[in-house]
């Protein structure tokens, strides 16, 4: 028993004698473990009503997965996008040929609406007859493009570009790349279409 008293009183001790350096980085320590369990905590119970959230201390990996589940369940994405972010779309067919389109310049409640962008079909299919190329309107809502989606999966590919995470569904060929800034919200949105065949 006083073993165990002097060694309570000798930690004491030790902890009253750090110098004022060794307390501020442990207090600091203290309030960024805080400040992330906070984020989590607010990431974990985002609603639709949530307006901003400082996301920068989550991981990306994290904000990934529950971007993820908030997608697969319909909910609102504007959380995880930046004030003005890029949507890329890209569509590879095997008779129509490749569909590109891209629009800068969105607001973050965009993501949530139908956005209509200027595409541009180049015509050149493999399997069918080349036809003329052609530019047209399109109107991309993704709630309902990933309602067909089979699955919503983070593949573990090896990192070879920063900050961007490739969400796949339907079967091998559509998926989401989603590219994050210094601030871990996204910044830019790929939805790409490849024709396994």
């Known amino acids: 028993m006083k073993c165990s008293c002097l060694i309570v009183v000798f930690s004491i001790f030790l902890f009253s004698c750090q110098n004022p350096t060794q307390k501020e980085t442990n207090n600091k320590t203290k309030q960024h473990s805080i400040s992330k ?8 119970n985002l609603k639709e ?3 901003a959230v400082s996301l920068s201390d989550i991981s990306i990996d994290s904000l990934s997965h529950r971007f993820v589940e908030k997608l697969e369940n319909g909910k609102d994405l504007s959380l995880f996008f930046a004030k003005e972010w890029v949507f890329v779309y890209h569509e590879d067919n095997r008779c ?5 389109g891209e629009i800068n310049n969105l607001n973050q409640s965009h993501i949530d609406k139908t956005i209509k ?13 080349k036809t003329l190329p052609k530019t047209f309107e399109l109107n991309f809502n993704l709630k309902k493009m990933v309602k067909s989606w ?3 999966q983070i593949p ?6 920063k900050n ?3 969400v796949l569904g339907k079967g091998e060929s559509d998926y989401l790349k989603l590219y994050y800034d210094e601030n871990h919200l ?4 790929q939805y790409g279409s490849e024709d396994p065949g």
């Open 186 to 189: 996204i910044f830019k949105l």
């Open 150 to 152: 089979d699955r919503f």
């Open 49 to 51: 009503t949530d307006d």
């Open 96 to 100: 129509d040929g490749s569909t590109d």
């Open 164 to 166: 961007v995470v490739y």
């Open 156 to 161: 573990n590919y090896e990192q070879t570009e």
């Open 117 to 129: 962008l200027t595409v541009k079909n180049d015509g050149e299919g493999w399997a069918c007859e």
């Open 37 to 44: 369990e906070i984020a989590v905590e607010k990431l974990s």
